[in-house]
């Protein structure tokens, strides 16, 4: 059966379906009979061309089967050749029509039984013209039947040529999408690899050298430029730690997360812990990214600004979304009044998979991160 698709000119098969039919009508009304036969043929055809107009073409466009309508038309039909045998002319659009409103079985059928009508009707009405009738009704019946198969086998290797190119499309799609994201992740790489091998290398040969002058730092200048140099150090690593691919493809998210608590911890002293919640389980690459990248730069955060004594991660899972909580008790700051350039990424990355980012904040309780990835 046809579609809307599957027609490129749906306006133009309609448009020959109303020329046929008003041929029709019109060679009915001109042949020699007598007029109530003739009046009652063209009705027939008018209200075969009226049902298609209301129902059929609206079925068609929707790809939809109508058993009644196909039966409407070969009774109407059968009722035209009955009355006026030159109706039979309408075959020209009723058998085209016939596999666009039926699958390929029923269609078949009902061409066979369109055929049949101007010879059984010969039968009781007009016996003398039964074997020319009945010779032009296999021609063409035959002939319908091989045209409806040739047509929905076009229909078919259109559909999947369509598919095909469809598919294409979409693997070109996915390549270049793959190559933007490998040019990315290539760059990302060689950033992280250049701030450690040029300030992460630098910051330790300063402290080393800071040492060796005052292996004690009893000089207070040292110790303060030690210090610096430490915590310089620690955000050279996190960045590397931000710009490097994420390290999921061996271990699991949460044990991600742990690293990272674990690292900040060790680097800035404060006190963390990680509590994971809800029945654990893999997640797309790219909703594990959003959370992973959301831990690390919230635990930056408390280690840059919030002067915290500890600082908590949960990763809490449920049936819809996965939660990642990082709360602090330092001394917090004014939402949206202080979103730098962290917390603006992090809700960048957060939509790019439909997620959301809340901050709630203030001196007295510290400050609490919360991101939800559906899933």
């Given amino acids: 059966m046809k579609t809307e698709d599957q027609v490129p000119y749906p306006h133009l098969w309609d448009l020959y379906l109303a020329v046929i039919a008003a041929a029709a009508v019109t060679v009915v009304l001109v042949v020699d009979r007598p007029w109530p036969a003739k009046l009652g043929a063209a009705g027939a055809i008018g209200a075969m061309a009226l ?7 609206d079925l068609i466009r929707a790809d939809r089967t109508s058993s009644r309508l196909l039966a409407a038309h070969l009774v109407l039909f059968a009722t035209a050749v009955t009355l006026v045998p030159e109706s039979n002319w309408l075959l020209f659009a009723l058998i085209p029509l016939m596999f666009q409103l039926a699958g390929l079985r029923q269609a078949t059928i009902a061409v066979v039984l369109a055929n049949a009508a101007l010879p059984v009707s010969d039968l009781i009405l007009r016996p003398d013209t039964f074997g020319l009738d009945l010779v ?40 270049a999408r793959l190559s933007r994201e490998a040019g990315v992740t290539a760059e990302r790489s060689r950033l992280a690899a250049e701030i450690h091998d040029t300030l992460a290398q630098g910051f330790t040969s300063i402290i080393t050298l800071l040492q060796a002058a005052d292996p004690e730092l009893k000089d207070d200048k040292i110790a303060l430029a030690v210090r610096t140099a430490r915590e310089n150090l620690a955000e050279s690593r996190s960045l590397v730690a931000a710009l490097s691919p994420a390290p999921l493809a061996s271990i699991s998210l949460p044990s991600a997360v742990r690293r990272q608590v674990e690292r900040f911890a060790e680097e800035s002293g404060v006190r963390a812990g990680l509590r994971v919640t809800g029945d654990e389980r893999d997640l797309p690459t790219a909703a594990e990214v959003v959370l992973l990248r959301a831990a690390q730069e919230a635990l930056t955060n408390v280690r840059r600004h919030a002067s915290a004594q500890e600082a908590a991660v949960l990763l809490a899972y449920t049936p819809a979304a996965v939660r990642l909580v990082v709360r602090d008790d330092g001394c917090g700051f004014v ?12 809700r960048a990355r957060a939509e790019q998979v439909n997620g959301a980012v809340t901050v709630h904040s203030d001196p007295d309780t510290g400050t609490t991160i919360e991101v939800e990835v559906p899933v």
């Avoid at 049902?51 to 073409?57: K, S």
């Avoid at 559909?159 to 070109?172: F, G, K, M, P, Y």
Wanted: net charge negative; glycine share 12%.
């Fill in 51 to 57: 049902l298609h107009a209301v129902f059929g073409r």
């Fill in 335 to 346: 939402p949206g009044a202080a979103d730098g350039y962290g917390l603006a990424g992090m």
């Fill in 136 to 175: 032009i009704a296999a021609i063409s019946c035959a002939t319908g039947i091989w045209l409806g198969f040739w047509i929905i086998r076009v229909i078919e290797q259109s559909q999947e040529r369509h598919r095909l190119i469809v598919e294409l499309e979409n693997s070109r799609a996915e390549v």
